[in-house]
């Protein structure tokens, strides 16, 4: 079982940057693929980004010009890089892992695996 945990957010003004990270158990990183998802308040969870385990990437393409998605040499942690934040871009951030046989990109159902998620706020 992959255990996953989220660190990296807070409180920034519009404009500014955080980077997200995504800390994951043992082999998690190199045998399933990791991804990045967002709820607001009152809002439908979203995928943000997905790290596949062989270290290709997808990123929403609403948010594929400010927010990258990475993954340390080590495998272990995965990162969101986020840009130009907006407020609206807070929400809670989730990261999640899915494994590796389903299809590419996968869909939010195919992530089995939760973080506690972190909170990101960003004030105008």
């Known amino acids: 079982q992959a255990q996953l945990t989220e660190s990296g957010g807070g409180s920034v003004q519009a404009g500014g940057s955080l980077r997200l990270s995504c800390a994951a158990s043992?082999?998690?990183?190199?045998?399933?693929?990791i991804g990045w998802f967002r709820q607001g308040l009152g809002m439908e969870r979203e995928m943000v980004a997905v790290?596949?385990?062989?270290?290709?990437?997808y990123t929403t393409d609403a948010l594929k010009d400010r927010f990258t998605i990475s993954r340390d040499n080590a495998k272990r942690t995965v990162f969101l890089q986020m840009n130009s934040l907006k407020p609206e871009d807070t929400g809670i951030y989730y990261c999640?892992?899915?494994?590796?046989?389903?299809?590419?990109?996968?869909?939010?159902?195919?992530?089995?695996?939760w973080g506690q998620g972190t909170q990101v706020t960003v004030s105008s």
């Open positions: 790290f596949h385990a062989e270290g290709r990437m």
């Open positions: 999640a892992a899915a494994p590796f046989s389903v299809p590419w990109p996968p869909s939010m159902s195919n992530f089995l695996f």
């Open positions: 043992g082999n998690t990183a190199r045998n399933y693929h």
